[in-house]
T-cell receptor, first 115, second 113 residues
Framework: AQSVTQLGSHVSVSEGALVLLRCNYS??????LFWYVQYPNQGLQLLLK??????LVKGINGFEAEFKKSETSFHLTKPSAHMSDAAEYFC?????????????FGRGTSLIVHP | KAGVTQTPRYLIKTRGQQVTLSCSPI?????VSWYQQTPGQGLQFLFE???????NKGNFPGRFSGRQFSNSRSEMNVSTLELGDSALYLC????????????FGPGTRLTVL
């Protein structure tokens, strides 16, 4: 069994401020973890992923996330928010189900960026 | 490579009707999954197809069905539409059934009146 909890359905930051989106997971197998971004009326786009190895993962658009096994967390950060970062962000964990690795998604966090 | 494509992008139906949505995965991708996205329930897994066979199914009623063709293109069908079926339906593909990421299409926005 696997699950994802994203803390905060909405996060509001000022342009230029640090972005921190929180994700905690549970998984019965070593997890593969993903962050996706969704802009209005679009599908999900992969930001970054953790599989094995280095726990600090860098993604597109200046985002990065750190896998912390002891805390079962995979928080997403960006040092300086840009207006174009306003979107919905989804954390996902990939585990095993019937021989296939179907990811489980969190409920999403809406990032609001103020000028 | 071209991305995942979904048709139509927008659809309006009335209660009781049925609808068929189409998805063309990235070339070479054999696994196709379908998701329903609503503001209240978030992103919910419908089913996954691989090599023309349904491999996994989410917790949805039998009104929701799908199929996959030999070229990996997939369709999903919803019969006897209900108001609650109004949602964004997303298709995602990946090369196989492993733990790699999924590539999403833009979705089909279904509105049931």
């Amino acid at each position: 069994a696997q699950s994802v909890t994203q803390l905060g359905s909405h996060v509001s930051v000022s342009e230029g401020a640090l972005v921190l989106l929180r994700c905690n997971y549970s998984s019965s197998v070593p997890p593969y973890l993903f962050w996706y971004v969704q802009y209005p009326n679009q599908g999900l786009q992969l930001l970054l992923k953790y599989t094995t190895g280095a726990t600090l993962v860098k993604g597109i658009n200046g985002f990065e996330a750190e896998f912390k096994k002891s805390e079962t967390s995979f928080h997403l950060t960006k040092p300086s928010a840009h207006m174009s970062d306003a979107a919905e962000y989804f954390c996902a964990v990939s585990g095993a189900s019937g021989g296939s690795y179907i990811p489980t998604f969190g409920r999403g966090t809406s990032l609001i960026v103020h000028p | 490579k071209a991305g995942v494509t979904q048709t139509p992008r927008y659809l309006i139906k009335t209660r009781g009707q049925q609808v068929t949505l189409s998805c063309s995965p990235i070339s070479g991708h054999r696994s196709v999954s379908w998701y329903q996205q609503t503001p209240g329930q978030g992103l919910q897994f419908l089913f996954e197809y691989f090599s023309e066979t349904q491999r996994n199914k989410g917790n949805f009623p039998g009104r929701f069905s799908g199929r996959q063709f030999s070229n990996s293109r997939s369709e999903m069908n919803v019969s006897t539409l209900e108001l609650g079926d109004s949602a964004l339906y997303l298709c995602a593909s990946r090369p196989d059934r492993g733990r790699n990421e999924q590539f999403f299409g833009p979705g089909t926005r279904l509105t049931v009146l």
